[in-house]
């Protein structure tokens, strides 16, 4: 079992920049496929960025390539999402999830492919 725990939320300026992290309890986060997910009020919650257990490959949804950066540290059992160039549209509730797959490369990017997930933490971006 893996609990999950972000941190790094809050109130920023449009055009500026917030670190978010997740923090796993666990010994097995090395196997996990990670990925970051947001929920706006009244939206589905939809993906943001899924790296593979492997580190090989990555996953950015349209609306943030380019500006976020997914990345992983094993050893301090640590999730990272670098979020620049924010914009009041990135203001939401941000989760991080696990799920366990075979593949060295895959990257889920449905929240029913994940099995762990953090408790949220808000983002909010003013104009």
């Known amino acids: 079992q893996v609990q999950l725990v972000e941190s790094g939320g809050g109130l920023v300026q449009a055009g500026g920049s917030l670190r978010l992290s997740c923090a796993a309890s666990g010994r097995t986060f090395s196997t996990y496929a990670m990925g970051w997910f947001r929920q706006a009020p009244g939206k589905e919650r939809d993906i943001v960025a899924a790296l593979a257990w492997s580190g090989r490959n990555t996953y950015y949804g349209d609306s943030v390539k380019g500006r976020f950066t997914i990345s992983r540290d094993n050893a301090k059992n640590t999730l990272y999402l670098q979020m620049n160039s924010l914009g009041p549209e990135d203001t939401a509730v941000y989760y991080c999830?696990?799920?366990?797959?075979?593949?060295?490369?895959?990257?889920?990017?449905?929240?029913?492919?994940?099995?762990?997930w953090g408790q949220g933490a808000q983002v909010t971006v003013s104009s």
């Open positions: 999830a696990a799920g366990r797959y075979g593949s060295s490369l895959y990257t889920p990017r449905l929240p029913s492919q994940y099995e762990y």
